[in-house]
């Protein structure tokens, strides 16, 4: 019985499979364009090579390269074991950058998102034939034990590496051809910088957003818009939501603009991008930025008015993701110069020179979540000890409320519980300590974490799963998460309006 030959739905699924970057229809495209045949000949290869060793727009000392490389092609037993990390070598050069390591065939970390399904398939072979299950394509695959001199070996190890050669001859006579134009091992001139979505693995409602060259290399990831002087905080966006899509137009917008520094497009004019203004009277009728970060001078600090401490200007972030950003995915790219082009008409700089002090960013947020407890039978404490808010100089925000009569109880049986909550881990409820007892004592009670994972959840959706919680008897690892799949900032943001 003859194979069934796999139709082009079909393997556009496989190579979407092993290419989850793509869109499918992408998947699709490259099939039908004849560029994704995972086996590609040591001719066609050959050929590769002769093409861009006599191409006009490829920069001499790479042509060079490619004549060595024919030479090379000449012998019968060519593409030997070396061969296969001189092109790994060929291929961090033209990316600019240090080979990862001289014993692991790989692919740039920065041609991620450039179209290589052959390479990524004969890193796949190899990652077979070494019995390597998890792996990425950018941190390559070492030879097994049993291969390290495989000089004479015709195995699978030996036939992934023969394809790992001719995919990248292909691929500089192909998708990397306009890296050749400068010289060899030079970083490629970036020029204008441009921006675009990259799927999270494992999560295809939500993308990350990463610069790249106007060649295609991805060159870093952008944070989370914050105050000036702040570490960078990374994460995702749920762009299968609108209000995702919007918190990307927000990155974008402010990255773009040169992000919260003080001389930046993007900085709010009235504490130039810290979040901080300076009361210069006890009335606080007059202030200027507050450009300390160590803390001191703490009692004469208050958050800026104007942009109620995220350190940016407002940006019409909703306009800008409802006309660029209706269906973001891998594909999507726009360039810094267009960006600033569309600010330019739809928001140009004005000056302020009006500054006033605010209450905290997630005061409007917390008020919310007391309400939803109130309006939900719970009891708040009275007066300074029922609510408050935290400002960490890290750029942390915090909160906490007292539920005196709340049926939650400790090992102890004390009634009473605490609601706390940082922007950076999210919601717990502890028992209420005595305020008599040691801290030490106060930080090992039992704790609970609420809504794990949603460092801003819904109010209702936090009242609701604390109102199914009877008892705190364990101490739950209260702690950031291992990937943000959103911006707390904005997140708050949204209760302002």
Same mark, same amino acid.
């Given at each position: 019985?003859?194979?069934?030959?796999?139709?082009?739905?079909?393997?556009?699924?496989?190579?979407h499979a092993?290419?989850?970057?793509l869109?499918?229809?992408?998947?699709?495209?490259?099939?039908?364009?004849?560029?994704?045949s995972?086996t590609?000949?040591?001719?066609?290869?050959?050929?590769?090579?002769?093409?861009?060793?006599a191409?006009?727009d490829?920069?001499?000392?790479?042509?060079?390269?490619?004549?060595?490389?024919?030479?090379?092609a000449a012998?019968?037993?060519?593409?030997?074991?070396?061969?296969?990390?001189?092109?790994?070598?060929?291929?961090?050069?033209?990316?600019?950058?240090?080979?990862?390591?001289?014993?692991?065939?790989?692919?740039p970390?920065?041609?991620?998102?450039?179209?290589?399904?052959?390479?990524?398939?004969?890193?796949?072979?190899?990652?077979?034939?070494?019995?390597?299950?998890?792996?990425?394509?950018?941190?390559?695959?070492?030879?097994p034990?049993?291969e390290?001199?495989?000089?004479?070996?015709?195995?699978?190890?030996?036939?992934?590496?023969?394809?790992?050669?001719?995919?990248?001859?292909?691929?500089?006579?192909?998708?990397?051809?306009?890296?050749?134009?400068?010289?060899?091992?030079?970083?490629?001139?970036t020029?204008?910088?441009?921006?675009?979505?990259?799927?999270?693995a494992?999560?295809?409602?939500?993308?990350?957003?990463w610069?790249?060259?106007?060649?295609?290399?991805?060159?870093?990831p952008?944070?989370?818009?914050?105050?000036?002087?702040?570490?960078?905080?990374?994460?995702?966006? =749920? %762009? /299968?939501?609108?209000?995702?899509? !919007?918190?990307?137009?927000? #990155?974008?917008?402010? +990255?773009?603009l $040169?992000?919260?520094?003080?001389?930046?497009?993007?900085?709010?004019p009235?504490?130039?991008?810290?979040g901080?203004?300076?009361?210069?009277?006890?009335?606080?009728?007059?202030?200027?930025?507050?450009?300390?970060?160590?803390?001191?001078?703490?009692?004469?600090?208050?958050?800026?008015?104007n942009?109620?401490?995220?350190?940016l200007?407002?940006?019409?972030?909703?306009?800008?993701?409802?006309?660029?950003?209706?269906?973001p995915?891998?594909?999507?790219?726009?360039?810094?110069?267009?960006?600033?082009?569309?600010?330019?008409?739809?928001?140009?700089?004005?000056?302020?020179?009006?500054w006033?002090?605010?209450?905290?960013?997630?005061?409007?947020?917390?008020? =919310? %979540? /007391?309400?939803?407890?109130?309006? !939900?039978?719970?009891?708040? #404490?009275?007066?300074? +000890?029922?609510? $408050?808010?935290?400002?960490?100089?890290?750029?942390?925000?915090?909160?906490?409320?007292?539920?005196?009569?709340?049926?939650v109880?400790?090992?102890?049986?004390?009634?009473?519980?605490?609601?706390?909550w940082?922007?950076?881990?999210?919601?717990?409820?502890?028992?209420?300590?005595?305020?008599?007892?040691?801290?030490?004592?106060?930080?090992?009670?039992?704790?609970?974490?609420?809504?794990?994972?949603?460092?801003?959840?819904?109010?209702?959706?936090?009242?609701?799963?604390l109102?199914h919680?009877?008892?705190?008897?364990?101490?739950?690892?209260?702690?950031?998460?291992m990937?943000l799949?959103?911006?707390s900032?904005?997140?708050?943001?949204?209760?302002?309006?």
């Open positions: 019985m003859t194979k069934k030959r796999k139709t082009e739905k079909q393997r556009a699924r496989d190579l092993r290419m989850p970057s869109r499918f229809g992408e998947a699709l495209a490259l099939v039908r364009s004849g560029s994704t995972t590609p000949s040591i001719e066609d290869a050959r050929r590769a090579l002769q093409h861009v060793a191409s006009a490829v920069h001499p000392t790479w042509r060079e390269r490619m004549r060595h490389h024919l030479v090379m012998d019968p037993d060519w593409p030997a074991p070396q061969t296969a990390l001189d092109f790994c070598a060929d291929l961090c050069a033209a990316a600019g950058q240090p080979p990862l390591n001289e014993a692991r065939l790989h692919l970390f920065t041609m991620t998102d450039v179209p290589l399904p052959q390479l990524v398939h004969s890193i796949t072979a190899m990652a077979r034939a070494a019995g390597v299950r998890r792996y990425q394509t950018w941190s390559g695959i070492q030879p034990a049993s390290q001199a495989p000089r004479e070996s015709r195995g699978p190890w030996h036939q992934a590496t023969q394809q790992y050669v001719f995919a990248a001859a292909l691929a500089f006579a192909g998708p990397l051809h306009d890296l050749l134009q400068h010289p060899y091992g030079e970083v490629p001139p020029g204008d910088v441009v921006y675009g979505l990259s799927r999270v494992g999560r295809r409602s939500q993308c990350r957003i610069t790249y060259t106007p060649l295609g290399l991805r060159v870093q952008v944070a989370f818009p914050r105050p000036w002087g702040i570490e960078p905080v990374y994460g995702s966006y =749920a %762009v /299968a939501t609108s209000a995702g899509r !919007a918190q990307v137009a927000r #990155a974008l917008l402010a +990255d773009a $040169g992000g919260s520094a003080p001389t930046a497009q993007a900085s709010c009235g504490c130039q991008g810290t901080w203004l300076e009361a210069l009277d006890d009335e606080h009728g007059a202030h200027r930025p507050h450009y300390r970060q160590d803390g001191r001078s703490r009692q004469l600090a208050c958050l800026c008015g942009c109620r401490g995220t350190g200007r407002p940006l019409p972030a909703e306009e800008f993701a409802r006309q660029f950003l209706t269906r995915g891998p594909s999507w790219r726009m360039r810094r110069s267009d960006i600033l082009h569309w600010m330019a008409d739809h928001a140009p700089l004005v000056e302020s020179t009006y006033s002090c605010a209450p905290g960013l997630q005061i409007p947020y917390i008020d =919310a %979540v /007391a309400s939803c407890l109130e309006q !939900a039978g719970f009891v708040i #404490a009275e007066g300074e +000890d029922g609510c $408050g808010v935290d400002f960490d100089w890290r750029g942390d925000l915090g909160a906490w409320i007292t539920l005196p009569a709340h049926g109880a400790g090992p102890d049986g004390r009634p009473g519980s605490v609601l706390g940082s922007s950076d881990r999210g919601w717990y409820v502890r028992p209420e300590s005595d305020r008599s007892a040691p801290a030490n004592q106060v930080w090992t009670s039992p704790l609970r974490v609420l809504c794990r994972g949603t460092l801003v959840p819904r109010p209702v959706d936090l009242v609701a799963e109102a919680l009877d008892q705190v008897d364990r101490r739950d690892r209260w702690e950031p998460p990937d799949t959103a911006d900032y904005a997140e708050l943001l949204a209760y302002h309006f």
